[in-house]
C-alpha cells in the first residue's frame, strides 16, 4: 500500500505540486493523466525523493516518511520499497541486459551472484529476452530496452512499480511489446503507478484513472467514468483534445 | 654533407638505455600522482566543494596558462630561495612535482568531462534503485568515465614522457641529459639526438599500441 498525504513540490516560487492527497491499495493499478507540465511526472519523482518534495508524508508499505524530517537512510529505504521505469529506459550502458536486472539484488540487497543472475535470468524468461542476456543496451532495440528497464524494476520486488510515460520514447513499432508486458504486471496485480498518455492502456487496464491538473487532483474514478462521464469541465476538455490526436 | 657515423651510433645505444629507466620513472611516478590530483580535482570541480573549487579553478587556471619549464624553474630555483628548508629538494623531486602539477590541471579537466558526460538519467536509474552516491560512481560512472577519457589521459601520459627531456636543464641526467653530455663530448649531435629521439619514439608507440588494446577492451559495451 502506499499514501501520500499533503504533499507538495515548489520549485522557487512555481508551486507545482498542489497538496496531493492519494491512497493506492496494494495489487492496484492507477493510471495519472493530464495535461503537460501539470506536475505528473514530477509526482512520481517526489515518491521516491529524485524530486526532494517540498511538504507532506509519503508511506510506501510499513514505512512513513515526513519528507522534511527524511533521513538518509529514510530515503534509500523507501527507494528499496518502490521501483522507477524512465520514459528514456536509463538502462545502465556499462552492463549486460542480465547484469541490468541483478545489479540491484547484487549491489543494494546484497545478493550472492549466482542467486542474483539467477533471479535475473527468470525475470529475462519473464520478459522474454532470455537470448539477450549478455547483450548490452547499444544493441538492444528500443522496446528491447524498455523490457529491461522494466525487469529491472521487478527484479526489486518492490511494494510499488512507478511508470514515468514509458512508452513515450518508443518508435511506434516497438509500442506493443512494452504494453504487453505491462499488462502482463498488471494480470499478476503488481502494483503500479503510471503517468502514460496511452489512453486505450489507461481505459483497459487501469482500476482507477486520476485526472492531475494545475498540481492538484481534479477528478478520479474508475477508467469508464473519468472517459465516459467525466464531470469536472477540465477534464473533459482535456479529453476532448487528447482523443482528438489519439486512439482510444 | 659528412657521412652518418653509424659505429658511433650503434655503441651510444646500450649507453643510452642506461639512463631510459630513469625515463621512464620520472614519467610513470608523475603520472601515478597527476592522476591521483586530477581524480582528486575533477571531483571537487563536479561537487562543486566550496572554498576548494575555487582553490582548484585557481590552481588549474595557473598551471595550464604558464609554461612547465618556468613551473620547472619555479620549483628548483625559486621556491628554495624563498623557503629554505627547501634547498634540499634535488632536481629529479623537483621535476616529478613539476610534471604533477602541469598535467594534473589538465587531466582534471578532462576527468570532469567524462564524469559529466555520463547520461545524467543513468545516475536517476542508480539512486531509484537504492544505491548509494558512492555505489554510484563506483559501479556506474566510473567505469564509462574512464572509457571516455582513456584516449586524452593516454595522450597526456605521452606527453608527459616527453616532458620529462626538460630535467636535463636542472641537472638531471636522463635520457635527454646523458644524450647531451655525450654529444658535448663526441661532437656528432646529430647522431646522439638521432639515437635518443628514435628511443623516445619507440617508447611512445609501445604505448600508443598498448592504448589501442585497452580501447577496444573498453568499448566493448558499446558497439552495435
Redesign the interface.
Known sequence: MIELKGLRKQFGEAVVLDGIDLTIKKGEIVVIIGPSGTGKSTLLRCV?F?EQPTAGEITVGDLTVDVNRARKADI??L??Q???V?Q?Y???????ALENIA??LL??DRWPKAKAHERAREILRRIGLEDKADA?P??MSGGQQQRVGIG?AMA?GAEVILFDEPTSSLDPEWVDEVLSLMKQLARERQTMLLVTHEMSFARDVADRVIFIDGGRIVEQGPPSEIFYHPRDPRTRDFLQKILATHQV | MGALDVDYMLGLVPVLLGYLPLTLQLASVGMVLALILACLFAVIRVLRIPVLNQFTIIFISFFRGTPLLVQLFLFYYGLPQLFSALTVIDGITATIMGLTMHFSAYMAESIRAAIVGV?R??T?????????NG?LMR??IL??AT?VALPTLMNYFIDMIKATSLAFTLGVTELMGATQKEASGSFLYFEAFIVAAVMYWIVVEMLSWLQGNLETRLN?????
Do not use: H, W
Open positions: 521516491n529524485l534509500l529505504e527507494r528499496r518502490t521501483a522507477f524512465f528514456n536509463a538502462l545502465f550502458a556499462n552492463k549486460t545489479e540491484r549491489v543494494v548490452y547499444a544493441s529491472r526489486a | 547520461d538519467s543513468q536517476e536509474a542508480a539512486l531509484s534503485i537504492g544505491m548509494t555505489q559501479r556506474i567505469p564509462q572509457r566493448k559495451a558499446y558497439s552495435r
